[in-house]
């Protein structure tokens, strides 16, 4: 699918805030209502967009601790499997593949240091996980949304 310079502003639009109604994306990028829509559902349809969701404050919950684990897995471990097992983990809320000693990293969230063991004794348990290794994050510095590639309008 192409995505031309009109669907790159209609994306980073969406970005910013997905409750923008297709006439405030419009008038940003100088389309109608019905066009807008058109595109977002063609968008959609080629899976450049999967979806849209509420992005919540952790700490507005109570979740207030994260950390970041390093996943030893034995030597047949897939990523499949690795994907799998996280997702069985309400805390977890990242899972990747890496290069280095480790064979995953884990972005865990909890409500306190308790609750940030706990979850993590039941990573540990999962069958393919020999070794871990766990960094607490102290502070957030930079928490942004994933850029979209955005052309300069015309001078």
Same mark, same amino acid.
């Given at each position: ?38 595109? /977002? ?22 979740? @207030? ?8 897995? @034995?030597?047949?471990? @897939? ?24 064979? +995953?990293?884990?972005?865990?969230? +909890? ?20 070794? @871990?290794?766990?960094?607490? /994050?102290?502070?957030?510095? /930079? ?6 590639? /955005? ?5």
């Amino acid at each position: 699918m192409q995505i031309d310079a009109v669907d790159q502003r209609i994306i980073a639009s969406l970005v910013a805030d997905a409750r923008s109604s297709y006439a405030d994306i419009g008038a940003r990028v100088s389309l109608s209502a019905p066009a807008v829509k058109r595109r /977002v559902d063609r968008l959609r349809a080629a899976g450049v967009i999967r979806g849209f969701t509420a992005v919540v404050d952790p700490s507005a919950v109570g979740w @207030t601790t994260e950390a970041f684990i390093e996943l030893f897995c @034995t030597g047949r471990t @897939t990523p499949a499997q690795i994907a799998a097992a996280t997702r069985q983990h309400p805390e977890v809320v990242g899972a990747y593949t890496v290069s280095g000693e480790a064979d +995953a990293l884990v972005h865990l969230r +909890a409500a306190d240091i308790a609750h940030l063991e706990q979850a993590l004794e039941r990573l540990r348990a999962e069958s393919f996980v020999t070794a @871990t290794k766990s960094m607490i /994050v102290l502070s957030r510095l /930079v928490d942004a949304p994933p850029p979209v590639a /955005v052309p300069e309008p015309p001078a």
